[in-house]
């Protein structure tokens, strides 16, 4: 364990660059419409000669209006000819400044895709986390006098490079920026060799040893809540090897390396977890008890998961992340007044267009409260008016910038006409008690089968009762239910729903703590393998 006053320096070295970003965002803040065309500008002033901004002739575009009148709107499956030539290894394709890396995220409907990062692209990143933190140590000052448990996925991606371009990035430090990881590694509870770790159970092991063996946590950032509830539920399983590797401190279990072993705890902190380990629910007070702030995602898909951790977490304060993509942050939650109810957009990380339910776009200042929009963004990794997928809600404004809530990704399933959304079927499914998805079934009659985790004392037909009344509030599910083209709802129950959803995940190349909760299941594989019921060793 870093003594106090290396940890503390560590911290002010992170929050003093943090303080930097946070000046300059909040003149963003002060001129939205300015500060975004200034990064418009300044995304594609060096790409000029660019295969790209020749075939689009960046040269000639000296307004927004211009950018968006020349530049149509793109998918992945759009930008997938320009990204494959990067992959073939050719350069001056999308941006003038070479791809430092690839970022592997899996396709909802059409397969993987590769996300190029260039360094400039790396920076966008570091724009919108460090007000973030800067806002945060202003309002929650505790959550920086200890120790961070950031997410740290165990290394299931069998490492590998394009040419000589590497797929992945080091570290989630690298979103801060390379001057800070020393820096970031000395205030993280869990040893960075524990992201080596590649088989589950020996990194959930060494993952627990280690926040166990930290009395000082005082902040956990981490993606999809369900990361951290799977660590807190596994506790009381794991417990007797836990307390082991804690009491003698070998660590062999956690197959931690000879040079770095976990340092045994002594005798009063064993007792403490021991006590707080037996009770149930777990004691997580008692275990951490200058536990000051999670962050974790809030909305959309999350929104129950979220509630569940605050409740295994009552000490501390969840506050809700902002939307951060693997192409380039959408929101940060952080504040241009000073009363941070949702996330702002990231406003000097990319440029970011809103398209409303008429197909128009719009700027970040000429959104409509309650009104919702499907975001475009235009970064510096070579995403010219990309289609994102994911749709937000205004909230109105803080200030001069709009209050933003993710509500879900932008699909829909459209079996007869029925075009049922992500975020309105989770909506729907906020009825059923634990893990749900809907999955749309074509045949034998076209229908929805209702995918619920198994739970004692649960009447299944009760929740798909509940479900299907809810389903049809939508009037195009309704009339397709009365004219018969759609079947009635079924309802499958799946043993270990999450963790199999998990489990798939992580074999199709996803990073552990980025994966969400299912809603839409549109995926036949990930269907077979939750209504299969094939066991999954996760």
Not at 325 to 330: I, K, R, S, Y
Request: aromatic fraction near 8%.
């Amino acid at each position: 364990m870093a003594p106090l006053k290396s940890l503390l320096k560590s911290w002010a070295e992170i929050l003093d660059a943090a303080r930097i970003q946070k000046t300059r965002f909040d003149r963003a803040c002060a001129s939205p419409g300015e500060a975004q065309a200034a990064l418009l500008s300044q995304i594609l002033s060096p790409n000029t000669q660019t295969r790209f901004g020749r075939e689009h002739r960046f040269s000639e575009i000296s307004s927004a209006d211009e950018f968006r009148s020349r530049v149509p709107i793109r998918s992945y499956e759009d930008f997938r000819p320009w990204i494959d030539e990067l992959v073939a290894g050719k350069s001056n394709i999308l941006t003038r400044e070479p791809v430092i890396a690839f970022e592997e995220t899996g396709g909802s409907t059409s397969g993987g895709k590769l996300i190029p990062y260039t360094a400039s692209s790396l920076l966008a990143f570091r724009a919108a986390v460090l007000p973030w933190l800067s806002d945060l140590a202003d309002r929650r000052p505790r959550a920086f006098a200890g120790k961070a448990y950031v997410a740290i996925s165990p290394a299931t991606r069998v490492p590998r490079t394009i040419g000589a371009i590497p797929v992945g990035l080091p570290s989630e430090g690298a979103y801060l920026g390379a001057d800070l990881i020393p820096a970031f590694l000395n205030v993280l509870a869990t040893p960075p060799w524990v992201a080596a770790i590649s088989d589950m159970k020996h990194w959930r092991h060494a993952t627990l040893a280690s926040l166990l063996a930290c009395p000082d946590l005082t902040i956990v950032s981490i993606w999809s809540p369900t990361f951290f509830i799977g660590l807190l539920e596994a506790l009381p399983v794991l417990a007797e090897p836990l307390l082991k590797t804690l009491r003698d401190g070998t660590g062999q279990f956690a197959r931690c390396p000879a040079d770095a072993p976990l340092l045994p705890c002594d005798a009063a902190r064993l007792r403490v977890i021991e006590k707080a380990i037996a009770r149930a629910p777990i004691d997580t007070p008692l275990i951490w008890p200058n536990l000051d702030t999670v962050s974790a995602w809030a909305d959309g898909a999350s929104r129950s998961y979220a509630r569940q951790l605050q409740n295994m977490l009552p000490h501390a304060v969840l506050q809700p992340k902002g939307l951060l993509a693997t192409e380039g942050a959408v929101t940060t939650p952080c504040s241009a007044s000073g009363s941070l109810i949702w996330p702002v957009p990231a406003l000097t990380s990319a440029f970011l267009e809103f398209i409303d339910e008429a197909g128009t776009s719009r700027l970040c200042t000429q959104l409509r409260a309650g009104e919702s929009y499907r975001v475009v963004m235009t970064n510096a990794g070579g995403f010219y008016r990309y289609d994102l997928g994911d749709r937000l809600r205004c909230h109105g404004y803080d200030g001069l910038v709009p209050l933003l809530e993710f509500l879900g990704r932008d699909i829909a399933s459209d079996l007869v006409g029925e075009k049922l959304s992500e975020h309105f079927v989770g909506e729907a499914l906020a009825v059923v008690d634990g893990p749900a998805c809907l999955a749309p079934r074509p045949a034998p009659v076209p229908h929805y089968e209702l995918l619920v985790e198994t739970r004692p004392g649960v009447s299944l037909q009760h929740a798909a009762a509940q479900v299907e009344d809810r389903l049809r509030a939508n009037p195009q599910y309704d009339y397709a239910r009365r004219m018969g083209q759609l079947a009635p709802l079924t309802v499958q129950p799946v043993d270990r729903l999450l963790d199999r959803y998990v489990a798939h995940e992580t074999k199709r190349g996803r990073r552990f703590a980025d994966i969400k909760p299912p809603t839409l299941l549109r995926d036949a594989a990930a269907y077979a393998t939750l209504t299969n019921q094939v066991d999954c060793d996760n």
